[in-house]
């Protein structure tokens, strides 16, 4: 498709950060709605991590959310990612969801624990918020955008 990127991996990027005075926002595209939500998990995982070496999961977390809506369900799915991070160390390699609607996802993320010198944390992401918040379905898919909280 004209206007997409390639990674350095050679892989269509779907994601774009956004500049924003005190936050860092994330715009992001996809085919489906879960489409969507993983494109969204690995924007927020480069944004946090950069580039991460290639590797094989050696842990999975099961993920079940509900929401009111679309929009709150993509901040509690990145929120949900985020935690994982910083109180278990969880670093998300594959992202598999299984169900997902407008207000309920079940996912089975594969990762690995946080080791010094493996990964580096390029920013430390506080919080997933509502502000600026977009989640809309467009004739050749979705688009969100959102901001966190650095």
Sequence with gaps: MAGQKRSARG???NFRFL??????GLEVTG???EDLFLHAAEGLRKMILGEIPAG????EERITLAGEDVEELLVTWLNELLFLFETRRFVPLTFGIKRI???ELTALVGG???AEG???VLREVKAVTYHLLTVEKKNRGWRARLYVDL
């Design 11 to 13: 892989s269509l990027v």
């Design 19 to 24: 500049e924003h005075t005190a936050d860092m």
């Design 31 to 33: 085919a489906t709605l």
């Design 56 to 59: 094989s999961p050696d842990r």
């Design 101 to 103: 609607g407008r207000e």
């Design 112 to 114: 690995t624990t946080f």
């Design 118 to 120: 493996r990964f580096r």
